[in-house]
């Protein structure tokens, strides 16, 4: 099949969009409102983007907490979702005030960062301490305005679980990170294969 994009003329029951760029890692961004309340939010857009130096997007439709929080304070966290916490990274994806800790409101514990403000999830064996560096507008449809942005963030200061690290890397098989599919599907990686580059 093939259908106009822009004009989104799949004719199927859902959007095929985010079910075919997959698997997507999902980024539990930490970030701290003006009145100190820790805000936890799971982004699906979310991946690496440079690694000299170190940079990370996520990307907002809305101008939600985590990117306001970002923009405010000019620093945010992503610790990584996995298997063992996908059912607490699903109870941080409702949608509550500003008011209302999703740490808390997940039953997680906030871990102190090293060079940022906003907590990392203590359960988590991987983040990122990030300097907001600049959000990006996407415009709308046909060149109109748009609702979603890409936030970027250099990397500062990277956490990572002794117990994920095996013969001197990580072991994806050990971290288990889940991946959004599409839909309500989700995939966790627990098995990994090796190509070499020619």
């Not at 117990?163 to 288990?176: F, P, Q, Y």
Request: charged residues 20%.
């Amino acid at each position: 099949m093939f259908y106009d994009a822009v004009a989104n003329t799949h004719g199927l029951q859902w959007d095929p969009f985010k079910a075919l760029v997959t698997p997507r890692p999902i980024g539990w961004i930490s970030t701290l409102g003006k009145n100190g309340v820790v805000n936890l939010a799971p982004y699906s857009f979310f991946n690496a983007v440079s690694t000299d130096p170190h940079f990370v997007m996520f990307s907002s439709g809305g101008r939600k907490d985590s990117q306001r929080n970002a923009e405010e304070t000019g620093e945010f966290v992503c610790s990584l979702a996995t298997y063992d916490l996908r059912d607490a990274m699903n109870r941080t994806s409702q949608h509550v005030g500003p008011d209302v800790d999703e740490m808390v409101l997940a039953g997680l514990n906030p871990a102190p960062s090293n060079m940022v403000a906003p907590p990392r999830v203590k359960e988590s064996p991987v983040a990122f301490e990030c300097r907001y560096w600049r959000t990006i507008d996407l415009p709308g449809p046909n060149g109109g305005p748009g609702t979603h942005a890409i936030v970027l963030g250099q990397v500062v200061g990277v956490h990572i679980d002794d117990a994920v690290i095996t013969g001197g890397k990580v072991d994806v098989t050990k971290l288990k990170p889940i991946a959004r599919l599409g839909y309500g599907d989700y995939a966790v990686i627990d098995q990994v294969f090796e190509l070499t580059r020619p």
